[in-house]
């Protein structure tokens, strides 16, 4: 009988070697690898200098030095302790980044000095440890020749933002606004994905950015992505249960899961937070504050109870259009926010309504003359008390009438065209309350209603956006037809021959035609212009 065949895991060393130069991200990784190491070895600060012409780089740190050279060059093998590695899980190949990106390597530490061909070393060449010119000095000093590390000085201030330990670039501290012993906001809280600092807990300038640490390296944005946020919150994940990818960290072992579960601790953490403001901030600064941090983070219940309403809810109304873009320049914020004994003793009114339409402008007009509150109800969650109070209106709750008609004609603008009702008076009726509008057109389902006060025009600019189908705003059209419907109410509503017709004259400017100048004609005019007659009579 034939031997079955059998297989086994084999390593190509050489391939291992050879293919190992690619496994770094970028060559800015180099700089990221050793800065970790001398925080392993305990550093209280890192020395990096770093001169681009002669493609030269130094780190010098005062950490507990090496114990043994050999695992510098012995990969995927860690010479960290026992605790380290049960903490962090390095890999062993980070300083053989340093191999593949320099020519030439020296590492001098504890009075030793290993002077590194780096080709050679990678054709397994000797590389003999002698004692040091030096001496005996602190830490550990790594002095790289032939690096490429082109534009460093702009990528090593992102690289150290979160960095725990200082780092001294070129003679110049590098700020690490992002550390957990820097000084900023409310300081680092522990949760169970580490230490979390957010932005806004003390002001309530929150932010959805989160930027994400592990071992003092920020993990979650690429590194193309260099335009920082001050106002991000800031994770430090426990290295013991998150995992980044091999070698150089730069991205999160299974990224989903992780920034998941860093998003809940911060909802969470958020939580906390915000239910010790609602308990030592008066009600109206506490809403105030952080109305918009438990929007943010989906907490408005904890707004169920508070005898306060958030004031960017609520909005009062000037005379209501149509906007192309939905800025709602017609609406303008309360001075102070409503309480829930002003709300619920009816001196102050809250309404709901559908967005301004041909179809809801009668509402919108009605809410405005009985001074009502536009109220963003849908925000609030369900439990909230404000709802048994809020008034709702739709384009089916109003009826409206022309009140003293006087005339009915068209509008044929530019843009719009509508039929038009000039009246003394526009009444409005809806659940047995009655306004009568007599300084302010109304625009409702195609038809101008135009009372006696009213001559600007503007009732158009509630008729439609004069947007279209591409969604051009048409400004001009809209000016046009404003002056056009002005105009329309001015023709329609003239009652004195002569003054009509002199103010008509004066906008043909017929002092402008030397041929006109002097002369004298007789005008009839008929009920059509086929039957006017005029005539010269010199």
Known sequence: MEKPMEIQVRINSEGALRNQRYAFTDRFTLVSELLQNARRAGATLIEVSHDEPSRTLRVRDNGRGLGDFQKLLTFH?????????????????GFSKCLYASTRCIVTSGGLEADIDTAAALAHASVPVRPSAVGVHPGTIVELYGVDLEGLHRRIGPMCRGFPVPVEFNGRLIPRPDATDA???????????????????????????????????CVNRRPSHLDEHDDSNVVHLDPARHLARLPDRDRLID????????DEAVTHLWRRILLHRKGSLPAAEFVETFYGAMHMWKHLDLLDDVPVLPRVLCDTITYPVQEAFPSRDFMEPLASAPTREEVESGRLRLVSLDAPSDE????WML?????MVVFDAHVLGPGHWVHAHVRE???????????GET????????????????????????GGETVELEEDGLAHEGTLFIPAGECSGCAVQQASDFVDSDGHWHEDDMEADTAMLAELIHRMRASDPVSTLRAMLERLNLERF??????????????????????LLG
């Open 77 to 93: 093998e860690s010479g960290w302790d026992q605790d380290l590695q049960r903490q962090e899980q390095p890999f062993g190949v």
């Open 183 to 217: 000084s900023n906001g409310d300081g680092f809280h522990d949760t169970p994905v580490g230490a979390v600092r957010l932005s806004g807990s003390v002001d309530g300038r929150c932010s959805v950015r989160t930027r994400v640490y592990l071992q003092g390296f």
């Open 255 to 262: 990224e989903d899961t992780q920034l998941k579960a860093v």
């Open 360 to 363: 809801s402008m009668a509402d």
């Open 367 to 371: 809410a405005w003359s009985l001074k």
């Open 393 to 403: 209106l739709s384009a089916r709750d109003v009826s409206v009438r022309a009140v």
């Open 407 to 430: 005339l009915r004609t068209r509008l044929e603008g530019r843009w719009l065209w509508a039929d038009v009702v000039l009246c003394e008076r526009v009444r409005l009726e809806a």
């Open 514 to 535: 030397p041929v006109m100048v002097g002369r004298t004609f007789r005008l009839s005019v008929g009920p059509s212009p086929e039957e006017h007659v005029l005539e």
